[in-house]
C-alpha cells in the first residue's frame, strides 16, 4: 500500500518520502500535473525516497505506485505546493539534509504562532494544564530526546509529533493546520527532518546525550 504523507508546502528541492508504505517492493514516483512551462526532474524516482527539482512555483501533482510480486499495484497522490518566497525563520531556506533540531525544529515549537499559540505555550514544565505529556521549553534538558521519541523514522507522516497536532485529536486542537500554507510547510519540515534521521545539531546546550 503506498503511502507518501499529505498535502505540503516547501520550496524546491524536496524530499519525497514513501517510507511509511506497506508491502512494498519496488517504488515510482511521477510527477501527474505540473504548472505550465515548469522545468522539472526527479532524482531517484525509483526509490522510496526521490527528490524533486523545480524551476517554478505552483502545485505539483505528485503520485506513488508500489508494487510487489503477489499483491496489485497501489497508488496514491498528494499536492505539493512549491513556494520560493516561503520563509519560516532559518529553516525553509536550508535544503532538508541540513535541518537539524537545535537551530529548526526548536524555533518551530518554542516560538513560531499557530493560530496565535506556540507549541511550547502548552507544552512548557510550567504549565498549569493538566497531563502535558511532553515539554518543549528549554528548561526541559531531555527536549530533543523527548521529542525523538515521538517520530516513526520509518513511516514520517505516522510520527506522534505530526500527528497529534494535525488532527482534532489532540488536546491543543488542530495547530498545525494542513490548510493552512504555514501548516503545510511546517509538516514539511518536520517529514524532511525525520526522513533525514532527525539530527539533533551542534547546540551544546540541547544535544547532550542522556
Ligand atoms: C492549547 C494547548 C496546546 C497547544 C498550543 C499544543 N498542544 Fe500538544 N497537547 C496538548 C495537550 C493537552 C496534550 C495531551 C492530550 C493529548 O495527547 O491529546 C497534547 C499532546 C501532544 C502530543 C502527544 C505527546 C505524547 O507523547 O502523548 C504531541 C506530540 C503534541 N501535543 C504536539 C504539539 C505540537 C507540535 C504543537 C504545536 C504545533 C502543540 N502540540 C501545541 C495541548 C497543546
Keep these: 500500500m503506498a503511502r507518501a504523507g499529505r498535502n505540503r508546502s516547501a520550496r ?3 524530499l519525497l518520502v514513501g517510507s511509511g508504505s506497506y508491502f512494498a517492493n519496488t517504488f515510482s514516483w511521477q510527477v501527474l500535473l ?3 512551462n515548469s522545468v522539472y526532474s526527479l532524482e531517484n524516482p525509483q526509490s522510496s525516497l526521490a527528490t524533486l ?3 517554478t512555483d505552483g502545485e505539483y501533482l505528485i ?3 508500489v508494487d510487489n510480486s503477489r499483491a496489485l499495484p497501489h497508488n496514491t497522490t498528494f499536492t505539493l505546493t ?3 518566497t516561503l520563509t519560516l525563520d532559518s529553516t525553509l531556506n536550508k535544503h532538508g539534509s541540513h535541518l ?3 537551530d529548526d525544529i526548536v524555533p518551530l515549537l518554542q ?3 499557530y493560530n496565535q499559540r506556540t507549541c511550547q505555550s502548552c507544552h512548557y514544565s510550567e504549565s498549569d494544564i ?3 505529556p511532553v515539554y518543549y521549553d528549554s528548561g526541559n534538558l531531555n527536549v530533543y530526546q523527548d521529542v525523538r521519541a515521538r517520530v516513526d523514522f520509518n513511516d514520517p507522516d505516522n510520527s506522534i509529533l505530526i500527528r497529534k497536532p494535525t488532527r482534532l485529536q489532540h488536546g491543543g486542537g488542530v495547530r498545525l493546520d494542513l490548510a493552512s500554507e504555514l501548516g503545510r510547510s511546517v509538516y514539511s519540515v518536520f517529514m524532511d527532518w525525520i526522513a533525514h534521521g532527525a539530527p539533533c545539531g551542534n547546540d551544546g546546550a540541547i544535544c547532550v546525550l542522556p
Design 12 to 14: 524546491s528541492p524536496v
Design 34 to 36: 505540473a504548472p505550465a
Design 53 to 55: 527539482s523545480a524551476d
Design 63 to 65: 503520485q506513488l505506485t
Design 82 to 84: 512549491l513556494d520560493s
Design 100 to 102: 537539524n533540531f537545535a
Design 111 to 113: 516560538t513560531t504562532l
Design 130 to 132: 493538566e497531563a502535558i
